[in-house]
């Protein structure tokens, strides 16, 4: 049952990719329209998919008028799509959300309270459960919440889960570019560099997104292009952005490097996934992508 005491005045613009995602949209969809907060609107950009994503998002469309749908002429990429959906939004707060992914219930609601309560922040996310195919569980992507921690640990892994952001525009210049046009993967490391400068990050203690982990999806195809991209990104942030990683940190990022060089793709993303689950968030070493991993199970959503 819906909290009809909720405050909605604040509208919330949820921006979704998507791209041969017609296997999961719908769960991602009805996640959205699910939420307790009812003030949002979901601008979702089909990015010239092949199979019936776009159909989908019609029928949606069609169902609940606070859905927008756009459509590419050709696939353009994560970030040129990401820019003409921010282009679209019309909210103060920015979600971003992925087409193959879920949110909770309460996402949008605790994260509008959050912004609106702690005014220096300009991104808050929160934790994170991994799941299969089949929506059942597999881990947990476990973030830090003080905003010390997240900056500081940046440059070794990656403190915050886009897909479970949620951004205060309004801390933003009114000529902010947001995403590398020509961003093929980790998209997000440039555009949080730059960012931080503008205000606090912070990370709920609850859980803000069920993602998705298969072989096929975006993160998981080319694990040692989405690292390098990082690497060098980490590299401009200290050059251009002002970003100032500890020596420990450029170490650990050294190390990274070496390691990922060394292991052949298929390798990466199982053995950052065991060696991540056993470091403290303080000490990150080693880590590639978001976050620690432990596995255990759960029923199906």
């Known amino acids: 049952m819906k909290n009809t005491n909720i405050n909605t005045n604040q509208l919330v613009s949820i921006i979704m990719p998507v791209y041969n995602a017609s ?18 609107e979901l601008i979702a950009v089909d990015d ?6 776009y159909k989908k998002l019609v029928s949606f469309s069609n169902i609940d008028r606070r859905i927008k749908i756009y459509k590419n002429g050709k696939n353009l990429g994560v970030g040129k799509t990401s820019n003409f959906a921010v282009s679209k939004a019309k ?15 309460y996402r949008i609601q605790k994260q509008v309270d959050f912004l609106n309560k702690n005014k220096e922040v300009i991104l808050v996310g929160g934790q994170v459960e991994t799941i299969d195919t089949r929506g059942r569980k597999i881990g947990d992507k476990v973030f830090p919440i003080k905003s010390k921690d997240i900056y500081e640990g940046f ?34 490391v440039d555009l949080f560099f730059r960012m931080f400068k503008y205000g ?20 998981l195809r080319d694990p040692k292009l989405t690292f390098f991209n990082t690497y060098n990104t980490r590299r401009i942030a200290t050059r251009l952005y002002g970003y100032k990683p500890s020596i420990k940190a450029k170490v650990i990022n050294l190390a990274q490097f070496i390691v990922v060089t060394a292991l052949p793709s298929s390798l990466i993303y199982p053995v950052f996934t065991v060696l991540r689950g056993m470091v403290s968030l303080k000490l990150p070493s080693f880590a590639l ?7 255990s199970s759960r029923k199906p959503l």
């Open 91 to 105: 909210g103060k707060y920015i979600a971003r959300f992925d087409s193959d992914d879920i949110m909770p219930e």
């Open 23 to 40: 296997k999961y949209i719908e769960e991602a969809i009805e996640s959205v329209l699910s939420q307790t907060y009812t003030n949002w």
């Open 48 to 53: 010239g998919s092949t199979d019936d994503s």
């Open 200 to 219: 606090k990050f912070s990370n709920l203690p609850e859980t803000t997104l069920f993602y998705r982990q298969y072989k096929g999806s975006r993160s």
């Open 155 to 188: 440059f070794t892994f990656m403190t915050v889960q886009q897909g479970a952001s949620m951004i205060n525009t309004s801390k933003l210049p009114k000529d902010f570019v947001w995403y590398n046009d020509e961003a093929l993967t980790a998209e997000e």
């Open 289 to 295: 992508y978001q976050g620690r991993l432990s596995f």
